[in-house]
């Protein structure tokens, strides 16, 4: 899928807000049939443009309540110590995004957690003993002023 035509961007549009949306009350909303627009979403999601459906947990709500964002450094960019790194980090279930930067870190990764125990356990039993692990920096969350999951279009 070369380019999102209007169609699919008012498609994707609909679908960020609300991805329970049956198919007859999305196509009535973009304004086309129910065989159309079944068939687009399907192309969008074959195409991988849409990678998938998920429920956004109010992670307060749900009893987590450490949010931090944190800044890892390692000790050379070895491939072995990247590809270790990488592979254990998409396994984790505290770490909700994982970001490779430019500048003074070489990774971001956004954590829940239930608290700071359960923190410090992430860190000493995890994160520590990763090998190539230089410098891990901890910035609390101490508000949400915007968390987006939908993408402009």
């Given amino acids: 899928m070369a380019r ?6 008012r498609l994707l549009r609909i679908l960020q807000g609300n991805g329970r949306i049956s198919n007859q009350e ?7 049939s129910a065989s159309a627009c079944w068939r687009r979403v399907r192309a969008l999601e074959e195409a991988g443009v849409i990678r998938r459906y998920a429920a956004l947990v109010d992670t307060q709500k749900a009893g987590m309540d450490f949010h931090a964002i944190v800044h890892v450094s390692l000790t050379r960019h070895d491939h072995g ?8 980090v998409t396994g984790r279930p505290e770490v909700l995004d994982c970001f490779a930067t ?6 971001h990764l956004r954590v829940v957690c239930d608290d700071l125990a359960a923190y410090n356990a992430f860190l000493e039993g995890f994160l520590f003993r990763l090998p190539g692990i230089a410098n891990v920096r901890t910035n609390l ?9 939908g993408i402009g279009l």
């Fill in 81 to 88: 110590h990247v590809d270790t790194f990488i592979d254990e």
């Fill in 141 to 149: 969350v101490l508000k949400d002023i915007k968390q987006e999951t």
């Fill in 4 to 9: 999102l035509e209007a169609q699919d961007r």
């Fill in 102 to 107: 430019t500048g003074e870190a070489d990774y």
């Fill in 26 to 32: 999305l196509a009535e909303a973009a304004g086309m």
